[in-house]
Nanobody
Framework: QVQLVESGGGLVQPGGSRRLSCVGS????????MYWYRQVPGEAREQVAL?????????VYDASVQGRFTISRDNTENTVYLQMDRLKPEDTAVYYC?????????WGRGTQVTVSS
């Protein structure tokens, strides 16, 4: 059974940093592209970043986080990370990781990040 568990959220001041983690299980982690999304109440979930499978050499970021967020993966730990720097209040959201298996999307439960002074 595919499972994704996010962690690392919390309250952070504007300009600060936070690192999110997502541990995957129940599938061959290194073979799959991994995604980070975020969602604000009342709005659609939006893709923040993705990282290619295997060595993760291909990465894509939303324009709103380009240059501030870094996605990475550790296949030995079945974990994908999202390093968030220079955080802004508008980054406040629930952050989710996702994988796709045979066309089916699997999501974690999310972790709340709040950027506020």
């Amino acid at each position: 059974q595919v499972q994704l568990v996010e962690s690392g959220g919390g309250l952070v001041q504007p300009g600060g940093s936070r690192r999110l983690s997502c541990v995957g299980s129940g599938f061959t982690f290194f073979r799959h592209v991994m995604y980070w999304y975020r969602q604000v109440p009342g709005e659609a979930r939006e893709q923040v970043a993705l990282i290619s499978n295997a060595e993760g050499n291909y990465k894509v970021y939303d324009a709103s986080v380009q240059g501030r967020f870094t996605i990475s993966r550790d296949n030995t730990e079945n974990t994908v990370y999202l390093q968030m720097d220079r955080l802004k209040p508008e980054d406040t959201a629930v952050y989710y990781c996702k994988t796709t298996q045979s066309g089916v999307e699997y999501w974690g439960r999310g972790t709340q990040v709040t950027v506020s002074s």
